[in-house]
């Protein structure tokens, strides 16, 4: 067995034995122990650097100390009330603080629940209530969650939907528009106009805009590997969603808090969105999560339609104020950027020397890094991925991949140049240990399924 940690991989296989497959998604057999800024540690003591950032959950670094003694104080008051029935002022703080986050000027207002899914599930609801009408549209490669409205509006593999149907129905899903594959000598213009005619189509054959409620999209798709459209198609949709009163819904559990340079991901493309999803980071991976809504949209929804007992819960709460705190105190979306311009110059120069780095998209500390057989036939290389993230584990990085060949490079915006530095070291020697073919899969790991 190749693996360095033992007693991970013990505890790994224990845990198979008693959570159900389907809440493990497997790359390595990494068991942690603790946890630190950007720093984690398994339970054998060994020291990774965390470029997945527990998924985007963890913008402001593990156990921050301003987000630990927020908690520790709220715990000593009051651990949990159920909000719906009489609320807290942790809570009620924090749900003012969120409205005022939400880009616009107008009068938002939240609905708080306990994970992503439940945001983007609220989505639909309130979109449905607020206009009378009941489609909704989504995209392709999009990942939303898997409560049955998230998963039904997501489209990003085909195992997460298969044995669960019926779906949510009334969600149709449109093309993304794909920047790196796409035919010879087109422009961003044209591109960006092939898209928008597919996202028409619907309208133009089956689909009336006037039974339409909303369009939820990832302004940056996450897990379909980094991906950014273009300007234009994105004015485009949003120009016909206004046109049509089609609200315009954002999902940024992803890539909302600072990831991707700025707080919300929509504001690249200077759009004020009607409803945003938010969680993950907003309360530094506890459970918390948000709909971020236009005042009258969301009047629209009568009590008890989108209500959990845990929804605000106080202690989640304050972790969640203390994380916006840190990302206005240490600048993290500014932070974000600057550390991004220069991992982005390190991979470009990586990708010059190899020839699987077909593609590399950095928007702010937030990458997908795409391995391809060569960089004339952009051929994702799925096996040569899983190659590099393993020989990355082993070295001391937690690095796992998305869409089957991308390499995901999400840290916590906290993490220190120093470290960054010793990233792209290690980075190098995985790369030249792949060229040179020195990597030995260990036999479980050669199906990765993600
Ligand atoms: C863009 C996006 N939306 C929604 C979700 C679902 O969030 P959760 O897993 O907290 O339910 C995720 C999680 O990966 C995500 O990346």
Not at 105 to 121: E, H, I, L, P, R
């Amino acid at each position: 067995m190749a693996w360095e940690n033992d007693l991970g991989d013990q505890l790994f296989h224990e845990n198979m034995n008693n959570v159900a497959p389907t809440g493990i998604v497997q790359y390595y057999n990494l068991v942690i122990k603790s946890a630190q800024g950007a720093e984690v540690t398994d339970v054998e003591g060994k020291q990774y650097i965390d470029l997945l950032g527990s998924a985007s959950a963890m913008n402001v670094g593990h156990n921050h100390p301003h987000v630990v003694a927020a908690m520790k104080q709220q715990i000593d008051e009051l651990v949990s009330y159920d909000a719906g029935y009489f609320t807290n002022p942790t809570s009620m703080k924090l749900a003012e603080r969120l409205t005022k986050l939400a880009p616009g000027d107008q009068k938002y207002k939240v609905a708080f629940g306990t994970s992503g899914s439940d945001a983007n599930d609220g989505i639909i609801k309130f979109a449905r209530a607020a206009t009378g009408r009941s489609y909704i549209i989504s995209f392709e490669g999009g990942y939303h969650g898997t409560t049955f409205g998230a998963i039904s509006a997501g489209a990003c593999d085909v195992n997460m939907v298969r044995k669960i149907g019926p779906l949510v129905p009334n969600i149709v899903h449109v093309p993304f528009p794909d920047l790196y594959r796409h035919y010879p000598n087109e422009t961003v213009h044209e591109i960006s106009m092939r898209y928008l005619a597919d996202f028409m189509r619907p309208f133009n054959t089956y689909l009336p805009a006037d039974e339409v409620a909303c369009v939820l999209i990832e302004p940056i798709q996450g897990d379909a590997g980094i991906i950014k459209p273009p300007d234009e198609y994105i004015q485009a949709i949003h120009t016909f969603c206004q046109a049509n009163g089609i609200l315009f819904a954002v999902d940024e559990i992803n890539q909302g808090l600072g990831r991707s340079g700025k707080m919300w991901s929509i504001e690249h493309f200077g759009i004020e969105p009607d409803l945003i999803a938010t969680g993950k980071s907003i309360a530094a991976g506890m459970p918390l999560s948000a709909v971020i809504g236009k005042a009258d949209i969301m009047d629209a929804l009568g009590t008890s339609a989108h209500v959990f007992t845990t929804a605000g819960n106080p202690v989640c709460a304050a972790a969640s104020s203390a994380v916006l705190d840190i990302i206005a105190d240490e600048k993290l979306p500014e932070k974000s950027v600057t550390d991004g311009e220069y991992a982005k110059e390190q991979f470009l120069k990586l990708q010059a020397r190899f020839d699987f780095i077909g593609d590399v998209r950095m928007f702010g500390l937030n990458g997908g890094i795409e391995i391809v057989k060569d960089k004339i036939s952009k051929t994702p290389d799925n096996n040569a991925a899983a190659q590099i993230i393993f020989r990355a584990f082993q070295k001391g990085l937690i690095l796992v991949k998305l869409a089957g060949n991308v390499l995901r490079f999400q840290p916590p915006l906290v993490i220190t140049r120093a470290q960054l530095d010793q990233v792209f070291t290690i980075l190098e020697e995985v790369f030249n240990d792949f060229q040179q073919d020195k990597i030995k899969l260990p036999d479980e790991l050669k199906n990765m399924v993600w």
